[in-house]
């Protein structure tokens, strides 16, 4: 009996160790997330900047744009292809200026799973290359793909690429503008310095999923980050952005939710040669809705000479780099398809401060420059000793796009003033539409508020009721004092009782 019971408590003893064992393994694994990515910017900016040193074979190198393109990754080999998940990934090839490689994990039930590069996912094209010479790469950068518009087909809907550049895509949409990570003095003399994304980790999608989870690590020598990137494709992709930034030492500007745009001309400012097409741009215009609810939309332009200008508020509504034109007529471009390229509005979550929209234009020769560019600048900036912690979201639009409720500029032109004798004047059309000046009847009394700079002189200022839109145009016609100095001009319609508009903001670059 004694040995019986000494069986039965040794049996008791084994059966408590593997209830254990199976409770061990069964427990859940540690669930990767924001603060994981939090934990290793804080460590990277807690440490001297490691600059980073491109071990790129020469051959990819010497890669020219073409012969770069050329470099694809095989669709039947997609990231999650074979499951049929909703979403699937699809790798960039190092070469070219992408000559650094980025880590990219899956997050998965199982834990972390770094995805490798391996030669054989991709089609060289006619490129000759030893494929045995890339064994030790990785990957440029990803892209994601996703059935937004049709269930029939996974639509690439988001890209990174290239230092912490990255551009999505709605229903029907074509790829124009830019985001960034952040950006560093921009426009500064000094030079800019760029931040880049030295890895990622992204959740492995469930069947059923709409959405998709990104995180990315960010440094540069002045700058360590988390991120974290919730991305919904639809009719307007939209991604919820939450960021933690830890400074190394003090920036001169910080720019939070960058983008970035091309303007090569447009109804605004014609071609410098002769061009088929009436405008060429992925965005014609800023548009800000300021922490007193005022809404201000300014034009873009293409000038001579590097040109930055900003608009102080506290806690900001939103603000966007627009392609509000969405007519093929206004672009007649069949291969770039200007008309369908989306808007970028970003919408802050909790209270910013006090700071500064910034619209920087730089010149450009030709459309294949990105020079403009828009983005917040805290007044305070943080210091290494204490994070910054923002949150927004980031919308891609096209023709639902966010605009002021009561009406907005539709279309910005300059041409020569006319009068009974030259002058040298210039002239500007307006034209306004929206809810608020179409309910007005074509007689209602409207007036155009003007206010002119210290470099410039108003002549003539013409309000009227435009029959083909239903909106309002306002005409101005001016001059300015010197050629040489910019002249900033603002403008809005008012009726008998309330504002009806947006605010016009206007700078006519030197020259």
């Known amino acids: 009996m004694v040995s019986c019971g000494r069986r039965i408590c040794g049996n008791r003893a084994w059966a408590a160790l593997a209830v254990l064992l199976g409770w061990l393994c069964a427990a859940p694994v540690h669930a ?3 603060a994981d990515v939090e934990q ?16 790129l074979p020469q051959e990819l190198a010497d890669l020219g744009y073409d012969r770069y393109r050329d470099i694809r990754f095989k669709p039947e080999r997609a990231w999650w292809r074979k499951d ?27 834990g972390l799973k770094e995805i490798h590069y391996n030669p054989a ?10 494929l045995g010479k890339l064994k030790d790469l990785g990957f440029a950068g990803f892209r994601v793909h ?59 999608p469930k069947p059923g999923d709409k959405e998709l989870t990104i995180y990315g690590l960010l440094d540069s020598r002045r700058v ?41 001309f447009g109804e605004n400012q014609g071609p410098s040669t002769e061009d088929y097409r009436p405008e060429v741009h992925d965005s014609d215009g800023l548009s800000m809705h300021s922490g007193t609810g005022e809404w201000i939309w300014r034009p873009l332009v293409n000038p001579k000479r590097l040109l930055v200008t900003s608009f102080s508020m506290t806690n900001p509504l939103g603000f966007g780099l627009m392609q509000r034109d969405h007519a093929f007529r206004s672009y007649e471009d069949l291969e770039a398809r200007y008309d369908l390229r989306p808007g970028a509005w970003i919408e802050p979550q909790g209270q910013w401060g006090a700071g500064r929209v910034e619209l920087v234009n730089i010149p450009s020769p030709d459309e294949t420059n990105d020079n403009a560019a828009a983005y917040w600048v805290p007044d305070t900036p943080p210091s290494p000793e204490q994070p910054l912690d923002l949150e927004y979201i980031l919308h891609w639009q ?12 539709s279309q910005t032109r300059r041409g020569r003033g006319f009068s009974r004798t030259p002058d040298n004047s210039i002239q500007f059309v307006v ?35 435009n029959e083909v839109t239903g909106g309002w145009r306002l005409t101005l016609r001016l001059h300015r004092i010197d050629d040489d100095k910019p002249l900033e001009l603002r403008a809005y319609l008012r009726g008998e009782n309330s504002t009806l508009s947006e605010t016009w903001s206007y700078i006519l670059p030197p020259g």
């Open 32 to 34: 990767f997330g924001f």
């Open 398 to 409: 096209l023709l639902k796009d966010t605009r002021p409720p009561l009406s907005w500029v």
């Open 146 to 204: 996703f059935p937004v518009n049709t269930p029939k087909y996974k639509d690439e809907i988001l890209v990174f690429l290239g230092a912490s550049y990255f551009k999505a895509l709605g229903r029907e949409q074509r790829y124009g503008l830019s985001a960034r990570g952040l950006a560093i003095d921009t426009g500064l003399i000094s030079g800019e310095e760029f931040p880049r994304f030295t890895e990622f980790w992204i959740e492995r």
């Open 84 to 110: 049929k998940l909703p979403f699937e990934l699809q790798f960039f090839h190092e070469g070219l200026y992408y000559n650094l490689p980025v880590k990219i994990n899956e997050i998965g039930s199982q």
């Open 40 to 55: 290793r910017a804080r460590q990277l900016a807690a440490q001297p900047y490691q600059r980073p040193d491109p071990k």
């Open 121 to 130: 996912d991709f089609d060289y094209g006619a490129n000759k290359l030893d």
């Open 224 to 264: 360590a980050g988390a991120y974290r990137f919730v991305v919904k494709p639809g009719d307007e992709t939209t991604m919820e952005v939450k960021e933690r930034l830890f400074l190394r030492e003090n920036v001169t500007k910080l720019g939070v939710a960058p983008l970035t745009s091309m303007f090569f």
């Open 431 to 465: 034209d306004f539409e929206g809810p608020a000046l179409q309910a007005l009847p074509s007689d209602a009394k409207v007036e155009g508020i003007v206010s002119v700079g210290a470099n410039g002189e108003l002549l003539e200022r013409n309000t009227y009721y």
